[in-house]
């Protein structure tokens, strides 16, 4: 099933070569760090691109060594400031399907994102309210099911960047590593 899903967001992340100076995303490396000091790798990949006017596609895949998910779905950015999503695919899972939901706001130096996904393994979130410190650093609050909540902080390197967040409460942290095309 793994190899399927890694098939499937390399075929969703392909446009036509019309559309391919306007698509964008990210690869990244994350990495989830216990309590206890261990550390769970993840591959993630993002990539979007136009349909029309204020219409476009968005795909996500996410593998892990225990667990995999690919969507694909449709956004909508009514103006500069706001943009929703609503995607499906499929995850490593006795009931495969997946949807998310997601929307993403943003006002001078402010931005929030919502991502909610549900399906066969069960509902998860990851939010994002972030504050643009300088051209190159923001920091915010992060939470996600599974980590928990609390500080963020990222630097940018031009198209590369590190992020990070620490859950207080749960003693858990996540150090990534993003490549933004």
Known sequence: MRNQIITLVILLSLGSSAQ?????????????????????PEFNL???????????WTSWGLITKEW????????????????????????????PLRHSPSIWVGKGKWSLLSVLEDGGS??????LGAYQVSGTVSAGVY????????????????????????????NRGIITARMKF
Request: net charge negative; glycine share 14%; charged share 15%.
């Open 20 to 40: 391919a100076q306007t698509i964008s995303g990210f690869v990244e490396e994350m990495n989830v760090v216990s309590e206890s000091g261990s550390t769970t």
């Open 46 to 56: 993002y990539v979007k691109g136009p349909i029309k006017g204020k219409f476009g």
């Open 68 to 95: 995999s998910e690919a969507t694909i779905g449709v956004t909508y950015a009514p103006a500069d400031w706001i943009e929703v999503s609503w995607s499906a695919g499929v995850e490593t899972n006795e009931k």
């Open 122 to 127: 069960g509902y998860w979130y990851n939010y």
């Open 143 to 170: 939470s996600q099911k599974f980590v928990g909540t609390g500080p963020y902080i990222s630097k940018s390197f031009g198209r590369f960047s590190l992020w990070g967040a620490y859950a207080v409460g749960d």
